[in-house]
DNA sequence: TTCGGAAGTTCCGAACTTCCGAACTATGGG
DNA sequence: CCCATAGTTCGGAAGTTCGGAACTTCCGAA
């Protein structure tokens, strides 16, 4: 399997990062990914809602994502371990990740009713998920 | 022509906002609107960097923003007077506008490198452009 | 070592979206 | 009325996304 491609922090770009947080599944797996800091396992995220994302679907989100910079994939063992990109994102574009985050989590139950099931999530977590 | 279609302010998605500017051409019109507070006829935009977007693309765009909730339009004359719907948007999904085009304006001369030509405008206007 | 199952990726066709030229529709002026 | 101007709609080509089936990789058990 081809190495997983990662952004460095300078080629973040805007667009892709909009690009990846406009699909409201995208962004309830960037949102779970964010508050557990880092999620083991693609498939632990495999329904949004109550709707079963397909493997290949969910296997071309976290692409999205990874490539977006969002994200960093690695591989551990048999399976993904993501963390999420929060500190490089917010060192080049402050404030960016906490306002996209907060406009879904206040937006009500409408994210393909299922991603505000859960609490909310206003401010991400400041652990280190830099590295 | 069918009226043109604004959504309410308590209709506004984010998927739909961050889709709309997740195009660089689209942000950068929208960039130009909110410096402006108003913007006369969709052509005086028709070019972004020296690349000249052709009208059914541009008409195009404006639709994607005015659905998206950004833009209110009203025809004047054979013209389209363009508002940001800026203190609309800000007060449901505070810092979500800010925080993006911020990030556009500090992402360096990459945005279809034409859009960062001009000077940045981080922070945007606050004249009144709710109705 | 070999088998089997679990986790992800790749492939590829169907469905959807975007782009843009050409034709069309409003609006105002002469 | 006719023309010019400003935008919109149509429609086809090109590109993207979705998801099922088949494939690869890894690990534990026999």
């Known amino acids: 399997m081809r190495p997983l491609f990662h952004p460095a922090p300078e080629d973040l770009q805007t667009s892709a990062i909009l690009h990846a947080l406009a699909d409201p ?5 960037f949102a779970n990914i964010m508050r557990a800091g880092c999620v083991e396992a ?11 994302i397909p493997k290949s679907s969910l296997s071309n989100h976290f692409k999205v994502l990874r490539e977006a910079g969002l994200i960093r994939s690695e591989r ?13 994102v917010e ?7 906490v306002s996209i985050l907060n406009a879904y989590a206040g937006e009500g139950p409408r994210m393909e009713d299922g991603a505000a099931e859960r609490p909310p999530a206003p401010i991400p977590p400041d652990n280190g998920s830099s590295v």
Chains 1, 2 share one sequence.
């Not at 693609?42 to 079963?52: E, F, P, T, Y």
């Open 76 to 88: 551990h063992g048999v399976e993904m371990r993501n963390h999420a990109r929060w500190a490089e």
């Open 42 to 52: 693609c498939s632990a995220l495999s329904a949004v809602g109550d709707r079963v």
């Open 25 to 29: 599944n995208r962004a309830a797996i």
């Open 91 to 97: 060192a080049r574009f402050p404030g960016l990740l």
